[in-house]
């Protein structure tokens, strides 16, 4: 009896094991598509290889394509945006906020129905930083995203990234504390895939709820990026605590 209760123990043991793999797996199954081929875009690129996934990174500049193989070495493959949207199961929006809307116009609403886009642009304004502030073309009544999530109500926008800069944004050292991301978006299945890509990425996920919620979120890259101007120190990070 003991050993027939030891032999079903390991068989469930085995089962056990089997689904922890199949959806650590399931994890690393999907296609990344990143739309935008600047330092952020690179970076989360690079991030992304380096968690297993496959990842094409889009550009509007052409001449571009050697250069970001050589960046991603060679691992990550390259196309316009139209081709990264088809590509991506997943889509990452990199692009400057002043570029964001053209970006998702010329990926295609058609290729992005129905895909998580983990939005990590900011709505930062040309003109330069007074006394280390940044200006944003949006107003506290609006977001960036708001303004994403209205030209394509069919893709599941999730504010991401948009808070940190790139150096920090895969899997930060920061003495041991796992700093905090904060996300918005209206679809919850789409915040769960966020979450993973998160918790992959050595983030603390804090859920700040539907889209209105980038009204508040996108100006903390503006607090963020005082210290870097007045002092040059970029090698920080928020964290929500909790008593």
């Known amino acids: 009896m003991e050993n027939g209760k030891w032999r079903m123990e390991k068989i469930l043991a085995r ?4 689904n922890i793999k199949h959806k650590e797996k399931s994890k690393l199954s999907k296609k990344i598509g990143v739309i935008g081929s600047g330092v952020v875009g690179q970076v989360l690129a690079n991030g992304f290889i380096k968690h297993g996934y496959e990842v094409m990174i889009g550009t509007g500049n052409a001449s571009k394509h050697a250069e ?8 990550a493959e390259t196309g316009t945006f139209e081709e990264t949207a088809r590509f991506g199961e997943i889509i990452v929006l990199a692009t400057k906020g002043t570029g964001a809307e053209a970006a998702i116009k010329s990926a295609g609403l058609s290729n992005l129905k ?14 330069p930083p007074v006394n280390g502030v940044l ?4 107003s506290l009544d609006d977001s960036l995203m708001e303004r994403l999530q209205k030209l394509a109500p069919e893709v599941n926008f999730v504010k991401c990234f948009s808070c ?10 920061l003495n041991g504390v796992k700093p ?3 996300i918005a978006g209206n679809n919850d299945a789409a915040k769960s895939e966020v979450r993973i890509i998160l918790d992959q990425f050595g983030w603390e996920t804090e859920d700040m709820g539907k889209v209105e919620a980038a009204r508040a979120i996108e100006p903390l890259c503006i607090l963020w990026c ?9 090698m920080h990070a928020f964290k929500l605590l909790r008593k």
Not at 164 to 173: C, T
């Open 135 to 138: 200006s944003f073309f949006t």
């Open 15 to 18: 089962l056990i094991l089997t």
């Open 68 to 75: 970001l193989k050589e960046k991603t070495g060679g691992k």
């Open 114 to 127: 129905g895909k998580t886009i983990l939005d990590a642009t900011n709505p930062i304004a040309e003109n």
């Open 164 to 173: 940190v800069g790139n150096a920090l944004m895969v899997n930060p050292d």
């Open 180 to 182: 905090s991301m904060f």
């Open 226 to 234: 005082i210290p870097g101007f007045l002092n040059n120190e970029w």
